[in-house]
């Protein structure tokens, strides 16, 4: 990403890769039913979903995100809580936002991000598991079901013909890039 001139900062060692043109991604997820039709989307709390985490917010959506290695739980942000922009970042939706009981929420949408990301819907994340980790935690709280969709964000260079997986890793429905919508051949794993 970085010799191609399409990450932005923080540098990409070591986390999901912010890139040029989050932005537009942010605006073709925000024109697709799915996201129309949600209620509450949760997002990650990555540098490269914060357009999506302000869209979601401008657009009057409640918005659930994970607290940063989940150490302060979950955190649900309204629009009415606060200036969208600001709002979106860590620091705006750990001050403005509330801790959440999951057994309270039910959660339409959920948008990621990736390190790679194949046309099957298998992802790579930073190594770290959250994103399976925030996953199971939604499923069993019953905020999610099997069927609840799951998109991902990424630059079209984060495409990769194959990202190799094992049995619970969580795959996507939706790969969206700023210029393309992707849907997936995702096959549920069953919990």
Known sequence: ??????????????RIPNFVDAEKAAELISKQNFYQDATMIFVTPDSPQRPVRETVLR???????ASP?????????????????????????LM??????????EVDLLVTGAVA????????????????????A???????????LVACTVHPIQIVDEVPSEEHDIRVDYIITPGEVI???RHRVKR
Request: proline fraction near 6%; include cysteine; glycine fraction near 14%.
């Open 59 to 65: 657009d009057g959506k409640l918005l659930l995100m």
């Open 117 to 136: 990301v194949d046309r099957t819907g298998r992802r790579l994340g930073k190594g770290t598991g959250y994103f399976d980790q925030e996953y199971v």
């Open 1 to 14: 990403m970085e010799r191609c001139d399409v990450a932005r900062f923080p540098p990409p060692h070591g």
């Open 96 to 105: 403005m936002g509330r801790s959440v009981d999951l057994t309270s929420v």
């Open 138 to 148: 939604l499923l069993n709280s019953g905020a999610i079901d099997e069927g609840t």
């Open 183 to 185: 849907r997936t051949r």
């Open 69 to 93: 290695r989940m150490k302060s739980g979950f955190i649900l942000i309204s629009p009415e809580d606060g200036d969208p922009r600001e709002a979106s970042s860590i620091g705006g939706a």
